[in-house]
């Protein structure tokens, strides 16, 4: 059973920078490929990004030269590193891992996910 365990996240202000973090177990991790969505009250849970296997990072285009994802399989974690906030960032962050290496953007796609973390971004 694959587990993960999200942390970050927090209340800033516009412009500002967060770094969410997904630690995974229960499987190998480099087996993995990962991704990070978001869901904001009474929408839809969105893509944000995802990181391949070999590392490759792939972006929504609403978080693209904002946003970084990285993994270390070191410590069996993806990363998600949020820079020049917007209050339409708002939302719960999820990561997920899909064991086909797909790094896809649909949520079907995924099977495992984390908690959620929720990231408020003020004006």
Do not use: H
Request: aromatic residues 12%; proline residues 4%.
């Amino acid at each position: 059973q694959v587990q993960l365990v999200q942390s970050g996240g927090g209340l800033v202000k516009a412009g500002s920078s967060l770094r969410l973090s997904c630690t995974v177990s229960g499987r190998s991790f480099s087996n993995l490929s990962m991704g990070w969505f978001r869901q904001a009250p009474g929408k839809e849970r969105e893509y944000v990004a995802s990181i391949s296997r070999d590392s490759t990072p792939y972006y929504a285009d609403s978080v693209k030269g904002r946003y970084t994802i990285s993994r270390d399989s070191a410590k069996n974690a993806v990363y998600l590193q949020l820079d020049s906030l917007k209050p339409e960032d708002t939302g719960v962050y999820f990561c997920a891992a899909d064991q086909l290496n797909r790094a896809g953007e649909q949520p079907g796609q995924y099977y495992y996910w984390g908690q959620g973390t929720q990231v408020n971004v003020s004006p």
